[in-house]
C-alpha cells in the first residue's frame, strides 16, 4: 500500500496533535537530577532531599547523579546537550550559571539559551569560616593574622562564586588571601577542619555540619541581615565591607526545546515538593532559605545574574581564566 505523502501543514498539525500525548505520558521511566559537585557536599544533600520527594509525586524514581569538575561545568554542559525529553534535568547553581561565564572564557554552554528554567528551590548565603583552634576566631582577627604572614593567607573554596567573594574581600580589606581550590565543598570544608588552609569560604550547607560538630566556627556571613539558620555571626556588611551581601541560589533546569507541557509538569512538582512543611524545615535546617518560581521569573534572574556579576568580576579586574 504506498505511503500518504502529508502536507507540510498536516506535518506541524499532526507534531501538535501528538506532542501533548506525549508530554501527558510523562514521565514513564527514572529522572536523572544531574549535581555539578561531589556526593555529600551542599549541592548534592539538597538534590537527595528534591529528589526523594519528587520521585513519590512523579510516580518514578528520580535519580541523583553527580558529575563534578570544572566548577560545575561538566555536569552543565552535559545537561545542556542532553536530549530534551525531560528525563535529564539539571540542579544548576548561579555559580555554574551567571558566574563561570563572567570569570571562565572556555564556558561551552550559554546559560540563557541552552536550557529551560522550570524552577528556582532555594538560595542560601554563604560563610567564612575558621577552625576553631586556628590562630585567628573573628573577621578583624584574620585579617590582621594573614597581614603578619602573607605566607599562609589562604583559603579553601570549590565554586567560583566562593573566589569571588575572596577577591572581594581582598579589594575591600586590602588582604592578599589566595584561593585553594578544591573539587567539591566537603573536600574544601574538610580542608579547614584539618587545619591544612587558614579559612574556608563555602555554602552554608557543606559549613554547617562542621559547625555543629564545634571544629570550624563561622567569622562573616553574605546576608544581608543576620541570618536566623547562623544567630551571632556576623554579616560582612555590618564588619564595614561592602559588595558582599550576596544570596546565591539553585535552580531545576531542562535542556532548551524541552516541551512546555513537560516543563510545566516538573514545575508543578517541585512547588509542591518545596511548599512540604517537612521540606521546609529540612531546607531551613541547613541554612536554605526555601523559594520558587516560575519558568518566567526564573529566566530573568538568570539575566540580571549574568550582567550583575560580569560587572563585580570587571570592577575587580579579575581576568577571564
Not at 6 to 33: C, E, I, K, M, Q
Not at 120 to 135: C, D, E, H, Q
Amino acid at each position: 500500500m504506498p505511503c500518504k505523502r502529508l502536507s507540510a501543514g498536516a506535518v506541524v498539525l499532526a507534531a501538535f496533535v501528538h506532542a501533548p500525548a506525549f508530554a501527558n505520558d510523562y514521565p514513564t521511566r527514572p529522572v536523572r537530577l544531574v549535581v555539578g559537585y561531589t556526593a555529600g557536599g551542599g549541592s548534592d544533600i539538597l538534590a537527595r532531599v528534591l529528589a526523594q520527594k519528587m520521585s513519590e509525586g512523579l510516580g518514578v524514581q528520580v535519580v541523583v547523579e553527580n558529575r563534578p569538575g570544572a566548577a560545575s561545568m561538566i555536569a552543565t554542559e552535559y545537561v545542556a546537550r542532553a536530549a530534551p525529553d525531560g528525563y535529564t534535568i539539571l540542579l544548576g547553581a548561579s555559580g555554574a550559571l551567571a558566574i563561570n561565564p563572567a570569570l571562565y572564557k572556555e564556558v561551552k554552554y550559554d546559560a540563557a539559551r541552552d536550557f529551560a528554567p522550570i524552577s528556582l528551590v532555594a538560595s542560601l548565603p554563604v560563610l567564612m569560616a575558621v577552625n576553631k583552634s586556628g590562630p585567628a576566631q573573628s573577621l578583624p582577627e584574620l585579617l590582621a593574622y594573614a597581614k603578619a604572614h602573607p605566607e599562609k593567607a589562604n583559603y579553601s573554596s570549590a565554586a567560583a562564586p566562593f573566589r569571588l567573594i575572596g577577591e572581594q574581600l581582598n579589594l575591600q580589606a586590602g588582604s592578599r588571601f589566595q584561593e585553594i581550590l578544591y573539587k567539591g565543598s566537603t573536600d574544601a570544608v574538610n580542608a579547614a577542619i584539618a587545619n591544612d588552609v587558614l579559612a574556608t569560604i563555602s555554602d552554608s550547607i557543606s559549613i554547617g555540619a562542621g559547625l555543629k560538630t564545634g571544629k570550624l566556627k563561622a567569622i562573616a556571613i553574605t546576608s544581608r541581615a543576620e541570618h536566623p539558620s547562623f544567630p551571632g555571626v556576623p554579616t560582612f556588611t555590618s564588619l564595614g565591607l561592602k559588595g558582599l551581601d550576596v544570596q546565591l541560589w539553585q535552580g531545576l533546569l531542562a535542556p532548551a526545546g524541552t516541551p512546555p507541557a513537560i516543563v510545566d509538569r516538573l514545575q508543578r512538582e517541585v512547588h509542591r515538593v518545596i511548599a512540604l512543611p517537612e521540606v521546609q524545615q529540612r531546607y531551613a535546617a541547613m541554612g536554605l532559605d526555601p523559594e520558587t518560581s516560575t519558568a518566567a521569573e526564573f529566566s530573568r534572574l538568570i539575566a540580571s545574574e549574568l550582567t550583575r556579576w560580569s560587572g563585580i568580576v570587571k570592577a575587580a579586574g579579575i581576568e577571564k581564566l
